[in-house]
């Protein structure tokens, strides 16, 4: 199985600030790299797919950016509404895997 | 529009079974696949099986293989997730998903997602 490391866990930062997330896979998965967003009790919600692809309606401050083993999420200015949990997901083979998620706390 | 809403959750003892529903609205099962996603209270989110858009195909995940069956009835225009052998690290909220390929073997990831219905295995 293809393991997703993404880091950090968790993260402190302000409204209007740029913040990076990194996942990382245990293997090659060229750029089958999906982003989901997670607010509390709430369904994901898809934000990126295979990489870069912004799904529609995302706002364009989100980007993505890698390929391979190394993937990055960006946001490049915070809004109060991004504050919530980022995952990454490996759609290269079964089975899915998901990193273990990043949480995006208001400093 | 489309939407997804399961039903089917509750409190269920260990090793007994339950079947989950998703009722699919604004797009036709026939022409999607559609997973199921799990995430385990403050967990994060679990695979947990795929089924192509014409029902040939089925993927499970390690933890759930030879336990949980994935069907659809495209009739009702409804996916299930049929569930035996429950043991307690199957409590979790369950998503239904859509895969966004259209009429193809599956692009493997979710364009939309149901609300979730929670499964709590517990004597």
């Known amino acids: 199985d293809i393991q997703m490391t993404q880091s950090p866990s968790s993260l402190s930062a302000s409204v209007g600030d740029r913040v990076t997330i990194t996942c990382r896979a245990s293997q090659s998965i060229s750029s089958y790299l999906n982003w989901y967003q997670q607010k509390p009790g709430k369904a994901p919600k898809l934000l990126i797919y295979t990489t870069s692809s912004l799904q529609s309606g995302v706002p364009s401050t989100f980007s993505g950016s890698g390929s391979g083993t190394d993937f990055t999420l960006t946001i490049s200015s915070l809004q109060p509404e991004d504050f919530a949990t980022y995952y990454c997901?490996?759609?290269?083979?079964?089975?899915?895997?998901f990193g273990g998620g990043t949480r995006l706390e208001i400093k | 529009q489309l939407q997804l809403v399961e039903s089917g959750g509750g409190v269920v003892q260990p090793g007994r079974s339950l079947r989950l529903s998703c009722a699919a609205s604004g797009f036709s099962l026939s022409n999607n696949g559609m997973h199921w996603v799990r995430q385990a209270p403050g967990k994060g989110l679990e695979w947990v099986a795929f089924?192509?858009?014409?029902?040939?195909?089925?993927y499970y995940g390690d933890s759930v293989k030879g336990r949980f069956t994935i069907s659809s009835d495209n009739s009702k225009n409804t996916l299930y997730l049929q569930m035996s052998s429950l043991r307690a690290e199957d409590t979790a909220v369950y998503f239904c998903?859509?895969?966004?390929?259209?009429?193809?073997?599956?692009?493997?990831?979710?364009?939309?997602w149901g609300q979730g219905t929670l499964v709590t295995v517990s004597s």
């Open positions: 997901q490996q759609s290269y083979s079964a089975p899915l895997t």
């Open positions: 089924i192509s858009y014409d029902g040939n195909n089925k």
């Open positions: 998903a859509k895969d966004p390929l259209y009429q193809g073997s599956g692009s493997w990831y979710f364009d939309y």
